[in-house]
């Protein structure tokens, strides 16, 4: 596929994702669908692109329905009543970023063929309807309602004091609200829409929550929870200010949900291995956990990057029910109690950028450097996983940036040095 990633379709508004494009889109997918629900996030270009994308459905003789400024499990969930949802995101990336991601009614994003069928109808010459024939847009209220009265159902009450960062974004309102009608202690912090995002990236790496950290250690908190731009992800910080990482959270969440086997893509820890039991792995992006959750028929996947999908509930990857669940979890048993008691295994992750015209020349060069490793096991479905006794390194393009991005796993602080080294050895011939 051409236009979509591993998350959708997304790009820098104006270069790789314009209002043309966004249009075609909503053209291509209000063809196949009559009734669609649209929402997005807070960047400052969403309108711009929303509209682009109503012109074009509604030429498509599709009726939409505007949720407005709303996450993405937000926007998912209210899908369920419609043929398909529409969510203008891009999600973790920077400010510049825009696009869409397409959900079905059960909350899974558009899978493989579906995404496959959506290219092929934007590449064919658009055919609007008869004047008479043509769609609308209607305005669509209580999707924000209707999410946080699932949150509750599902999670229950919970005493907890929490300091949840919102960085801005789309959540600003919905989880720091549930989080209330709970019966939690609520700080938020930047919990004001900027599609600036003034107060942190949108993407809530550690080295952005400093805010967090220290908010949590002043008010004596019993967790803090960041979310990204548009709410599908979750992170934490544990009631001593420590910065609790996605493989972590998911072997908590797997104990607590009783799961039988979690799904997790090819970046995830071994500690799942060894907490869990058993894991399928899959591809990097939750349209793939989803896919396999449906096959295995397993209760709970997740992604390190935060995403965790409970399918019990929804197929799409759930911030503010994550975090929901992570607040009670920390009214029970201190989180840092949970998470001490999980095996700890030193870990090197980190992204490195290229120019996006040179894409195809860094994956070949990428196969041939990894295919001459005297590893173990070279596993390729997604990225290149180099597999050793005592450890495992993961090089895979970025699907939604021009980034390589690079994980290393091991037992011992020696071996993951010796493996970050192959990496890098790897990592510089690729991009010389």
Known sequence: MSLFGSSGIRGVVGEDFTVELAEKIGEAVGSMHGRIVLGRDTRTT???????????????????????????????????????????????????????????????AFDTPQMEAVEARIARPAEPRDWRHVGRCV????????????????????????????????????????????????????????????????????????????????????VGIAHDGDGDRMVA??????????????ALFAAATGARGVVAPMDASM???EMVGRVERCRVGDVYVAEELKRTGLDFGGEPSGTYIFPKETYCPDGVLAGALLARM????????????????PVSRGSHRFEARKKGEVRQRLAEEMASLDCDRLLTLDGFRAEYPDGWLLLRLSGTEPKLRVTVEARDQEELD??????????GRCLR
Not at 75 to 88: E, N, Q, T
Not at 147 to 176: I, K, M, N
Not at 237 to 250: H, M, P, S, T
Not at 418 to 427: E, F
Request: with cysteine.
């Open 46 to 108: 969403g309108p711009m692109v929303a509209q682009a994308l109503v012109c074009g459905a509604a030429a498509a003789g599709a009726e939409v329905h505007d949720a407005g400024m709303v996450s993405t499990p937000t926007l998912a969930r209210a899908a369920a009543s419609f043929g398909c949802g529409i969510m203008v995101t891009a999600s973790h990336n920077p400010a510049p970023y825009n696009g869409v991601k397409l959900w079905n009614p059960d909350g899974a």
């Open 330 to 345: 920390a009214s029970e048993q201190p989180i840092s109690e949970r998470l001490d008691a999980l095996p700890s295994f």
């Open 271 to 273: 500690v799942l291995d």
């Open 139 to 222: 305005p669509l209220e209580g999707a924000e309602r209707a999410h946080t009265e699932a949150v509750l159902r599902s999670v229950g009450a919970s005493e907890a004091s929490v300091v949840v960062d919102c960085g801005c974004g789309a959540t600003f309102r919905v989880s720091p609200l549930t989080l209330r009608e709970m019966g939690c202690s609520v700080l938020s912090l930047n919990a004001q829409p900027d599609g600036f995002f003034p107060g942190r990236t949108p993407e809530p790496t550690e080295d952005q929550l400093a805010d967090l950290k220290a908010a949590v250690v002043r008010r004596g908190a019993d």
């Open 237 to 250: 910080v544990d009631d001593r200010g420590r910065f609790v990482d996605g493989d972590r959270l998911i």
């Open 418 to 427: 010796r493996l970050v080294g192959i990496a890098q050895g790897v990592l």
